[in-house]
T-cell receptor, first 113, second 109 residues
């Protein structure tokens, strides 16, 4: 089976712009979770989607949003980008909602200038 | 205080040594995970456990629910084990993870 894929892998944006990141889970996996990793804050949970429904949301402002499609692919959107949004964004999939072993994608590295 | 604490933060070992990384947590959990992250970002799940002990190759993970403590052991360490090891916990019936700050392990030949 193909692993979790994320696109794009690298992205450069400027402050105030918005960005959409995409995650394709392993075939048959219905849960997709998103995480942000920064040098200062480490890994932090953004949200989890299961069967197109948001199951849980981390402590992030409303500028961070996401959705999941009927084929389990997920997107996350960040509007009005700030310098502090520069980070590695990781998604992870699992067959069901948790607790489950999660399979991580390679991440999207976002740089906000 | 972080909900998930790891020690040590940095660890240097010689090839062949036995390595232990510790994780303590202060919240109720449904499961605990050990993850490995190599330079470049990719994260691999090593173990998920809610009780007892699990073994995979040279890696052993244990958890003591009463003491809210888990350990990851690496036997006969090798330079390819060099990575960041991260402890993370599930607080309920979701995949939401709360992460420790990670342990940077360097195994020298």
């Amino acid at each position: 089976k193909a692993g979790v894929t994320q696109t794009p892998r690298y992205l450069i944006k400027t402050r105030g712009q918005q960005v959409t990141l995409s995650c394709s889970p392993i075939s048959g996996h219905r849960s997709v979770s998103w995480y942000q990793q920064t040098p200062g804050q480490g890994l932090q949970f953004l949200f989890e989607y299961f069967s197109e429904t948001q199951r849980n949301k981390g402590n992030f402002p409303g500028r961070f949003s996401g959705r999941q499609f009927s084929n389990s692919r997920s997107e996350m959107n960040v509007s009005t980008l700030e310098l502090g949004d520069s980070a590695l964004y990781l998604c992870a999939s699992s067959p069901r909602t948790g607790p489950e072993t999660q399979y991580f994608g390679p991440g999207t590295r976002l740089l906000v200038l | 205080k972080n909900e998930v604490e790891q020690s040590p933060q940095n660890l240097t070992a010689q090839e062949g040594e036995f390595i232990t990384i510790n994780c303590s947590y202060s919240v109720g959990i449904s499961a605990l995970h050990w993850l490995q992250q190599h330079p470049g970002g990719g994260i691999v799940s090593l173990f998920m456990l809610s009780s007892g002990k699990k073994k995979h190759g040279r890696l052993i993970a244990t958890i003591n629910i009463q003491e809210k403590h888990s350990s990851l052991h690496i036997t006969a360490s090798h330079p390819r084990d060099s990575a960041v090891y991260i402890c993370a916990v599930n607080g309920g019936a979701t995949n939401k993870l709360i992460f420790g700050t990670g342990t940077l392990l360097a195994v020298q030949p």
